[in-house]
């Protein structure tokens, strides 16, 4: 196997056709995460996170954890959602954990800024 460069496939023999698979499926979702983060982004703007009380990664870590909570719940008890799906919430969380990356990198800050 070789390396990747942004949207070069890692695998490159006939043997690797499963991880090409994995890869492509992964892709997939990795598209529907961004398209809804985007659309969500548009809606809410920068300053739901970055205004958070206690400062945009306490703010994520707290909304990470009303969605994990939320999932335990409806898992360990069997209960069907009334209104977000069990994979609305794991999308949540994943769109969560990619905008923590973007705060931590700072490109967060930069989207904030330009939104003043």
Known sequence: MQSTKKG???????????????EEDAQKIYDELLAILVKKQIDYGPFNIWNAP??????LMVRMSDKLERLK?????????????????????ANYAIIALMVQRGVWAKHAKKSE
């Open 54 to 59: 206690g400062g945009a990664t306490n703010g």
């Open 73 to 93: 719940n409806l898992i360990y008890k069997n209960v069907k959602p009334n209104n977000e799906s069990l994979e609305d919430s794991f999308v949540d969380i």
């Open 8 to 22: 070069a496939p890692l695998a490159t023999e006939k043997s690797d056709q499963l991880i090409l698979e994995f």
